[in-house]
Nanobody, 119 residues
Framework: QVQLQESGPDLVKPSHTLSLTCTIS???????????WAWLRQAPGKELEWIGW???????YYHPQLKIRASISRDASKSLFILTLTSVTPEDTAVYYC??????????WGQGTQVTVSS
């Protein structure tokens, strides 16, 4: 089985860019296997929000409201994928998760990383 681990800054200033990395370990895999590799977040007091994912084809899909600011990329040689979110505001404060998805279900998940946007 694979394991996912998020990493990145825990504090980002408003208007700056957030960059998070999800490192995949464990069983061998390729990004062209029949899974989507996703980023999600949960802000305080709010429901879990899907940010976007990379399909096996390499096509990337984003939440419509985040599409302008979010970017997801992958590095197969390093077994990781990256979320970049530009022009962050305090409303982007959340626990960010990476996860693998198949048939609409997410598993496994990373443990999550808290990101706070504050000056």
């Amino acid at each position: 089985q694979v394991q996912l681990q998020e990493s990145g800054p825990d504090l980002v200033k408003p208007s700056h860019t957030l960059s998070l990395t999800c490192t995949i370990s464990g069983d061998s895999f390729t990004f062209t296997d029949d899974y989507h590799w996703a980023w999600l977040r949960q802000a305080p007091g709010k429901e879990l929000e899907w940010i976007g994912w990379i399909a096996p084809t390499g096509i990337i899909y984003y939440h419509p409201q985040l599409k302008i600011r979010a970017s997801i990329s992958r590095d197969a040689s390093k077994s990781l994928f990256i979320l970049t979110l530009t022009s962050v505001t305090p409303e982007d404060t959340a626990v960010y998760y990476c996860a693998r998805s198949s048939a609409g279900a997410f598993a496994p998940w990373g443990q999550g990383t808290q990101v706070t946007v504050s000056s």
